[in-house]
């Protein structure tokens, strides 16, 4: 049995409308309501609109994507615990829906991270790119953020001061933009792109993490998993948490989603199933260290939810996204590791053995040019990754029925 073929659907104002999703052979919709402010509780009637849209395409909503985490959960603030229980509230209404998979991030302040949303291939396609000298440049000469020089090495800083020079101010500009307000826009950032200075906003949020370390991060993601894995469980819903994007610190915030070593941490917090994670490889693969096969072999019964992108590295800290079996990542014995994974399930009698995939954003190529879409989500690059995806899925299916 494939994965299952999942596709991420940003509500009914999307350019790909459901009946294209299911002309695409879709079988699962990951999708959220967006709609809903950050913090507040998800309605049952609102759930069901969205769901019952689904189910009459024909598919069914495999994933939420995502149930967001707000940052006075992550920070412990005086707001924590209201937000927390309207957590709580929003799970038991999507499990009283029948919705069985809730992927949140806790990457403090922003969710992900690129430098360029348009990074033009030799072919013409369009990807997106991360550079970490481009990155500091953003960080210390055009945020400002007091203190970031000492975050660099001092290689990194003299590369970030020649990049800074050789950018207009207008670059400067939507480097910052794209960074605070437009990766950030679609999946409900902190910062309003209307905020006139929403570089000073951006600051002043950053600075709600002055006291929080690596360690006391951990301590807030524990107790939050310690209030809602237990209603989770009760409400049939399996959580997934997303690594780090990319899997380092940045701005001075810790990131505690990084590695191997981070996933297991985070899944023996709370000994449940319910407990869970949401495999990205390319997140992940940005950590060298990480071994993708041996995560999937070592807490594969936890993964709830797998995002499959590639990526092209080039120095320490540097890559940009690309066709989804091409690029660095060899995507046959990942996805291997995730049919076997499958199987392993099913011989165990659990009923989830399957585990929903989606491509996860892809090069902008022929039509996207003419379609509006989300920055990493072009319809045409993403349908080749899923087309591309599926057909390995299938000769490795073969593969392992004969062995
Ligand atoms: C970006 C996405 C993330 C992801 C969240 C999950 O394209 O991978 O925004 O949805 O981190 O909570």
Redesign the pocket.
């Given at each position: 049995m494939a994965l299952e073929k999942s596709w991420r659907w940003f509500g009914f104002g999307d350019s790909v409308k459901l009946t294209d999703l299911q002309q695409m052979g879709i079988e699962g919709v990951v999708t959220a309501l967006h709609h809903i402010p950050n913090g507040e509780v998800w309605p049952v009637d609102e759930i069901l609109k969205v769901k019952s849209a689904i189910e009459a395409h024909g598919m069914r909503w495999t994933v939420v994507?995502?149930l967001?985490v707000s940052e006075g959960i992550k920070t412990r603030n005086n707001d924590c615990h209201r937000l927390i229980a309207n957590y709580k509230q929003s799970l038991q209404n999507l499990g009283a829906c029948g919705i069985d998979t809730v992927?949140?991030?806790f990457?403090p302040v922003l969710?992900?991270v690129r430098t360029s949303l348009h990074y033009q291939l030799p072919d013409g396609g369009e990807v997106m790119y991360f550079d970490y000298a481009t990155f500091a440049a953003f960080d210390v000469f055009i945020l400002k953020r007091p203190g970031a020089e000492s975050d660099y090495p001092k290689e990194i800083l003299d590369k970030a001061e020649k990049v800074v020079r050789s950018m207009s101010l207008e670059d400067q500009e939507n480097l910052a933009r794209n960074i605070i307000v437009v990766s950030q826009g679609f999946?409900d950032g902190v910062v309003d792109g209307s905020t006139p200075d929403y570089k000073k906003s951006f600051l002043k949020f950053l600075g709600t993490y002055s006291q929080i370390d690596r360690d006391q991060l951990r301590e807030n993601l524990s107790l939050f998993l310690q209030e809602v894995v237990p209603v989770a469980e009760e409400s049939g819903v399996n959580l997934c948490i997303?690594p780090d994007?990319p899997p380092f610190p940045v701005l001075g915030l810790p990131r505690i989603v990084s590695s191997q070593d981070d996933l297991e941490w985070i899944c023996n917090q709370v000994d449940s199933i319910h407990n869970g994670i949401?495999f990205?490889t390319g997140s992940l693969s940005v950590n060298r260290q990480n071994n993708l096969e041996q995560i999937v072999e070592k807490l594969g019964s936890r993964i709830h939810f797998t995002?499959l992108r590639n990526n092209v590295f080039f120095g320490n800290r540097e890559f940009h996204e690309y066709g989804h079996i091409e690029g660095d990542i060899d995507m046959y014995p990942i996805v291997k590791a995730l049919l076997k994974e499958q199987i392993r399930r099913k011989e165990s009698g659990r009923k989830d053995y399957r585990i929903p995939f989606r491509p996860?954003?892809g090069v902008k190529m022929l039509d996207d040019y003419t379609r509006s879409a989300n920055p990493?989500?072009p319809l045409i690059g993403r349908l080749k990754g899923l087309a591309e995806l599926s057909g390995m899925q299938m000769a490795i299916e073969r593969e392992l029925k004969a062995m």
């Open positions: 994507e995502s967001p992927c949140y991030n990457m969710d992900w999946i997303h994007d949401t990205c995002h996860d954003h990493g989500y």
